[in-house]
C-alpha cells in the first residue's frame, strides 16, 4: 500500500479503513527497498506522490482525529490545512484571532482581502460581493471570511477531495445558511456562467509548483478563474511556491486579460509562523501517531513511525524539514497578489 499513491480523492475514510490502510502502508515497508520521504528532512519527490491521493489521507485524518489539543492544552479540530504567516505590521492592526491555535492560517485568508482596492471595491457594492475559491480544503478559510472579513458575502468553496468537502458541509455550511456553497469538484470543471463573481480566492492551492514554468493544468486553471471574473474582478492570490514561478504566473496572466495590480512578499513573515507554530504541529503529529495501531509492529512500526512523522511535519513546513528551509533560503518565496481582470 503506497498512500502517496494509491487513494481516491473521492473517498471520505472512516477511521477503521485509515487503520488498515495506515497499517498497509507500515507493513509494506518490510519488501521495501528505499522510501520516497526522506527520513533526513521529509522531502518527497514531486514524481513521488499524487496530490488527490496525499490530500485525500489528510483530510481524512484531519476529519477523524477529531476534537485535540494544542501546546497549551486547548481544545481544537485541525481545519486549516494552510502555512499562513504573521501578520504584517505595514497592514496595519492585526486581526483578533491572534490566540487561535490556527490564527496563521486565518491570517493567510484575511490578508486576501487587506488591498485597499479590494476594499473600495467591496464598499461600493455594499458588501455584496461573490467569491469562489479554487481549492478551498475544508473551508475553514471560507467559513472565517464569510464570517469576518466579507460579512455580507456569498461563497462557493470549491475542491477536489470529498472528505474536505464532506468536513466543509459537517461544520461549516450549517452556520451560513444560503451564503456558503461547498462543491466538490475538479475547480477547472466547474460549469458556471461567464463572469459570475467578483473574486477568485486562491489560497496556498496546490498548483504552480513547477520552478520556472506555467504547466497546462495552471493554464487550465486561470483560464477557468479568468472565465468566471465580472470584468474588474479580481484573482486574490496567497501561496509559498518556487520563485521563479512568479514571474512565469505574472506573465501568463497578463497575456489571458489580467493586470497584476499589487503583490507583497510575505516569506519573512511565513517562516515566522512557522517557528512560532511548530509546538503545535509537533504535538498535532504525536497524537495523530499514536492514534494508529500499526505504529505498534515491532521493527517496522518504528522506521515508519519516524518516516511518518518527518513527512507530516514536512508537509506543514515545521523547521528542520525541506519544505521549511525552502522559504528560508527563499527557494520558494510566499506573496500574496492581486490581480484585476482588464479584458
Request: hydrophobic share 35%.
Amino acid at each position: 500500500m503506497d498512500v502517496l499513491t494509491a487513494l481516491s480523492n473521492k473517498s471520505d475514510y472512516s477511521r477503521a479503513q485509515l487503520q488498515l490502510i495506515v497499517s498497509a502502508w507500515i507493513l509494506s515497508g518490510l519488501a521495501e527497498k528505499q522510501s520516497k520521504i526522506s527520513l533526513h528532512d521529509g522531502d518527497v519527490a514531486e514524481d513521488d506522490y499524487d496530490k488527490r491521493s496525499l490530500y485525500s489521507l489528510l483530510y481524512a485524518l484531519y476529519r477523524s482525529m477529531g476534537e485535540v489539543r494544542d501546546e497549551k492544552g486547548e481544545r481544537y479540530e485541525f481545519t486549516f490545512n494552510t502555512w499562513g504567516y504573521t501578520w504584517p505590521e505595514a497592514w496595519g492592526p492585526a486581526p483578533p484571532h491572534q490566540q487561535d491555535p490556527q490564527r496563521y492560517g486565518r491570517n493567510a485568508y484575511s490578508g486576501l482581502y487587506h488591498f485597499e482596492q479590494v476594499k473600495k471595491y467591496v464598499a461600493e457594492r455594499n458588501g455584496q460581493v461573490h467569491v469562489v475559491e479554487m481549492g478551498c480544503g475544508t473551508g475553514a478559510g471560507a467559513h472565517h471570511v464569510c464570517k469576518n472579513v466579507l460579512p455580507d458575502c456569498t461563497y462557493e468553496a470549491v475542491d477536489m477531495q470529498s472528505a474536505a468537502i464532506r468536513t466543509c458541509e459537517r461544520k461549516f455550511v450549517p452556520d451560513l445558511p444560503g451564503r456558503l456553497q461547498a462543491t466538490c469538484s475538479d475547480a477547472t470543471h466547474l460549469a458556471r456562467p461567464r463572469g459570475f463573481s467578483d473574486f477568485v480566492a486562491v489560497n496556498e492551492t496546490h498548483v504552480t509548483e513547477l520552478v520556472g514554468v506555467v504547466t497546462d493544468e495552471d493554464d487550465r486553471f486561470f483560464r477557468k478563474a479568468h472565465a468566471m471574473l465580472k470584468p474588474g474582478g479580481f484573482i486574490v492570490w496567497g501561496n509559498a511556491i518556487p520563485d521563479p514561478t512568479w514571474d512565469a504566473c505574472f506573465g501568463f496572466l497578463e497575456s489571458i486579460g489580467f493586470k497584476l495590480r499589487e503583490q507583497n512578499d510575505v516569506t519573512e513573515e511565513a517562516v515566522r509562523a512557522r517557528d512560532e507554530d511548530k509546538a503545535r504541529i509537533d504535538v498535532y503529529v504525536d497524537q495523530c501517531i499514536e492514534a494508529f495501531h500499526g505504529f505498534k509492529i515491532p521493527g517496522v512500526g518504528a522506521k515508519k513511525r519516524a518516516l511518518a512523522d518527518v513527512a507530516l511535519k514536512n508537509f506543514a513546513r515545521n523547521p528542520g524539514t525541506k519544505l521549511y528551509q525552502n522559504m528560508v533560503d527563499r527557494t520558494d518565496t510566499y506573496r500574496v497578489v492581486l490581480l484585476e481582470k482588464m479584458r
